[in-house]
């Protein structure tokens, strides 16, 4: 290749096949990683699907046995829930009668003394509006919580009630005291009517007669309270007849832990064996077409091993060969053919002319 320079358009037609073979080793060389590159993305694409296909799949059936032994678990909380019902139902119903039957006679005796007093009311005409904690504060007080209700009212008939009518109408200060003074008078002649009407001969002694009954009443009242309270809270549930409630939640309650210990055992199977039945199933499918890709990618790395050894020779030709003498710049098919053109022209009669002619050193 010495005489490279010296040589005419049979050197530049052998050069310009010879970077046409390099140009062409080169792209087959990028054709060759570009379906290595595919290859390894499909492998990669593969085995995530696999991966996903397995963890998907497990958490599925997981899942739908951990549904499974839930409703069946939640069915016999739902049982226990009911027998606790119907026993707390039992039980208040058994609570009631042994109250009622504990207090019975003290509920009878109010009974019969407010049939009493009623009676003692009517044939001593006083209206039987008048037998209420009430009447007896207002007309007859004489304890002290008679007269601290005593004071609220009239406070209330005298003072509240008078000022809040007169601060809702609006009018003149003379009206507003007119009324204020009407209401008070209308409270006050409302008080001496019931009074009037409950004092008389005989009257007195039926009410205050009827105020020790009431006394009796109120405590025949707490003595009942008292009673309740005191069966309410007794502990002993011997006498209410409960045994079939609790044996019916003894056996549920075995029932729920028996459940409940399958759905453990079950989940247990399944992690430690279903799961890797599952896993490996989805590998025997999935598996093969990962190794039939790897396969084809090793057969495309060797075919782009060797291309980019062909290309890299192929390169290194030109660059050694040619490029040396032409110039990197001049190591095309175009620039080649224009060298070419210049000799046919007759412009130069070797390669070397030409090239002078080309980078402007001859005109």
Do not use: W
Request: glycine share 4%.
């Amino acid at each position: 290749m010495d005489n490279f320079l010296s040589g005419g358009i049979p050197e530049l037609e052998q050069a310009k096949a010879a970077i046409v073979r390099a140009d062409k080793l080169n792209a087959d060389m990028l054709e060759s990683e570009k379906l290595l590159k595919a290859n390894d993305k499909d492998v990669e694409a593969q085995r995530k699907f696999m991966t996903d296909k397995i963890e998907s799949s497990i958490k599925e059936r997981r899942d739908e046995l951990v549904k499974f032994h839930d409703e069946q678990i939640q069915e016999v909380r739902k049982e226990i829930k009911n027998i606790e019902k119907e026993r707390k139902a039992a039980k208040t119903k058994a609570v009631n009668s042994r109250i009622s039957g504990a207090t019975n006679q003290l509920t009878s005796d109010n009974k019969q003394i407010n049939r009493q007093i009623r009676s003692m009311f009517r044939q001593a005409k006083i209206p039987a509006c008048c037998n209420n904690a009430a009447y007896y504060s207002l007309f007859h007080p004489k304890t002290v919580k008679d007269f601290i209700i005593l004071a609220i009212c009239v406070i209330i008939a005298v003072v509240v009630i008078p000022n809040v009518v007169c601060l809702l109408i609006d009018t003149s200060t003379v009206i507003r005291v007119l009324i204020y003074a009407g209401i008070v008078l209308v409270f006050v002649a409302l008080y001496f009517a019931i009074f009037v009407l409950t004092k008389g001969k005989g009257k007195a002694s039926v009410i205050e007669k009827a105020r020790v009954m009431r006394k009796r009443i109120r405590n025949n009242k707490k003595q009942i309270k008292l009673t309740s309270d005191n069966i309410r809270s007794d502990m002993d549930e011997s006498g209410y007849d409960l045994q079939e409630f609790d044996i019916r939640l003894q056996q549920t309650n075995s029932a729920l832990a028996a459940r409940e210990n399958a759905k453990t055992a079950a989940l247990n199977e399944f992690d430690n064996v279903t799961a890797q039945s599952v896993k490996t199933e989805i590998e025997n499918e999935n598996i093969p077409v990962i190794q039939q890709l790897e396969a084809d990618g090793k057969a495309l790395k060797a075919d782009f091993l060797q291309k980019q050894e062909s290309a890299a020779n192929a390169q290194s030709e030109i660059k050694n060969t040619y490029a040396t003498y032409l110039g990197a710049k001049n190591t095309t098919p175009e620039k080649i053919d224009e060298i070419i053109t210049i000799m046919n022209e007759g412009k130069a009669q070797t390669i070397m002319q030409a090239l002078d002619i080309i980078n402007g050193e001859i005109k």
